[in-house]
């Protein structure tokens, strides 16, 4: 189940971008040429998702530290 998970993070992340760069063409004339470029840039943005989500569910299970006051 999380290899699914993780396919349909990475093809929805692929789709996102295709119409990013769709946009920049479109609406701002920047044509992106390397198509690789963008494929590289979805699967950063899952690798930052998943270690965001690992540091949320960290917090998650230890609870969040509260800052004690003097007053």
């Not at 760069?21 to 930052?48: E, T, Y």
Request: aromatic share 8%; proline share 4%.
């Amino acid at each position: 189940m999380q290899r699914y998970n993780e396919t349909n993070k990475l093809i929805m992340t692929i789709c996102n971008e295709i119409w990013f760069v769709r946009n920049k063409r479109c609406f701002k004339g920047i044509d992106v040429s390397d198509p690789v470029v963008s494929l590289s840039h979805a699967m950063q943005v899952v690798q930052q998702y998943n270690n965001s989500n690992e540091i949320v569910m960290q917090v998650h299970n230890q609870g969040c530290p509260v800052p004690t006051s003097n007053v």
